[in-house]
């Protein structure tokens, strides 16, 4: 697998509050967005689901260029590490994967988000 870039919950929050452009990539599945949520205007939903089946013919436009920079989430980490590697090794060369997933995020930053 290729490396991946950890971002620290903390770091997320950071990066939200900057002009930094940047996508998030939510790999949860449909059921999961509705147990605990970041609402962001720069948040993309790709289920790994779809991407299984699909590969990359499942990725938005908006994350094509492979230089756009991604931060790959999902609940707890594993999945977003997988996804994040398997990207990395296809190209694109600036992904991050949130480490410990929206539960670290909505333990250690936004408890608000919700947790499941």
Known sequence: MAAV???SPQQLAEWLQ???DFWL???REPYEWRLADLPSERMLRLPLSALSAQGTAALP???LPQNTPLVVLCHAGE???MV???MAA?????VYDLTGGLDAYA????PAIGRY
Do not use: M
């Open 79 to 81: 999945r977003s590490r």
């Open 61 to 63: 436009e908006a994350i």
């Open 84 to 86: 994040a590697a398997w």
């Open 5 to 7: 870039n950890p971002l």
């Open 25 to 27: 990539v939510d790999v």
């Open 107 to 110: 333990r250690l930053v936004d």
């Open 18 to 20: 900057s002009a930094q």
């Open 90 to 94: 296809n190209g694109w060369n600036q």
